[in-house]
């Protein structure tokens, strides 16, 4: 399972870092807390994106 943090989630989901902590917060994006810093697996991606069309 690999992790990533919102700043290396931005060109993935070619999205700003405002725009996916957002989804986070509506519970669009699953993730984890760590320390203060989010933490999204990509298995959450990849349902993330089937889900929301965005591929």
């Known amino acids: 399972m ?3 943090t919102i700043k ?3 060109p993935i989901l070619k999205r700003k870092s405002k725009t996916i902590k957002r ?3 509506k519970g669009l994006l ?3 807390r760590v320390n ?3 933490y999204v697996t990509d ?3 990849k349902i993330f ?3 929301n ?3």
């Open 23 to 25: 989804y986070i917060k």
């Open 49 to 51: 994106l089937e889900e």
């Open 8 to 10: 290396e989630l931005e």
């Open 36 to 38: 203060g810093r989010y």
């Open 53 to 55: 069309k965005y591929t």
């Open 43 to 45: 298995n959450d991606i």
């Open 30 to 32: 699953p993730s984890s």
């Open 2 to 4: 690999i992790t990533y």
